[in-house]
């Protein structure tokens, strides 16, 4: 039976609050930019829209016939909208992720098997 020494578990325990307080702490930063970064695009293409949708509806309550390309101007800005709405505020992915549980776990593990090897050649 294996029985960790304490100066393991208290290192397993720093650790433990440390590696993720210091990951996540660097990313909420990283979070903050990509928040106003998207704010700013929104609010680019929300003024191109704004300064758009009345002159294309002035054209077609005129009666104007000539106002399809306004119209698909308008539709390019929607999408625009909508693909800008869709961009992530938070860097992290399922790789990311991944990367960090290893580098997370490692050094614990490293650590607790270390242990273990001393104490099985100390009898």
Same mark, same amino acid.
């Given at each position: 039976?294996?029985?960790?020494? =304490?100066?393991?578990?208290?290192?397993?325990?720093?650790?433990?609050?440390?590696?993720?307080?210091?990951? @996540?702490?660097? =990313?909420? +930063?990283? $979070?903050?930019?990509?928040? #106003?970064?998207?704010? /700013?695009?929104?609010?680019?293409?929300?003024?191109? *829209?704004?300064? #758009?949708?009345?002159? +294309?509806? #002035?054209?077609?309550?005129?009666?104007? +016939?000539?106002?399809?390309?306004?119209?698909?101007?308008?539709?390019?800005?929607? /999408?625009?909208?909508?693909?800008?709405?869709? @961009?992530?505020? *938070?860097? @992290?992915?399922?790789?990311?992720?991944? &990367? @960090?549980?290893? $580098?997370?776990?490692?050094?614990?593990?490293?650590?607790?098997?270390?242990?273990?090897?001393?104490?099985?050649? &100390? &009898?």
């Amino acid at each position: 039976k294996y029985v960790g020494s =304490l100066d393991i578990v208290i290192a397993a325990v720093a650790h433990s609050i440390v590696a993720p307080l210091s990951c @996540f702490m660097i =990313l909420a +930063t990283a $979070s903050g930019a990509m928040r #106003e970064a998207k704010r /700013e695009e929104l609010a680019k293409i929300a003024a191109r *829209w704004d300064a #758009e949708y009345p002159v +294309t509806l #002035e054209a077609v309550a005129s009666g104007s +016939t000539d106002f399809a390309p306004m119209v698909d101007r308008l539709k390019v800005l929607r /999408e625009l909208y909508q693909a800008a709405r869709s @961009f992530p505020i *938070w860097p @992290f992915d399922n790789a990311s992720m991944q &990367k @960090f549980v290893g $580098s997370y776990l490692s050094p614990l593990i490293t650590g607790v098997l270390a242990d273990m090897v001393m104490k099985l050649l &100390k &009898k």
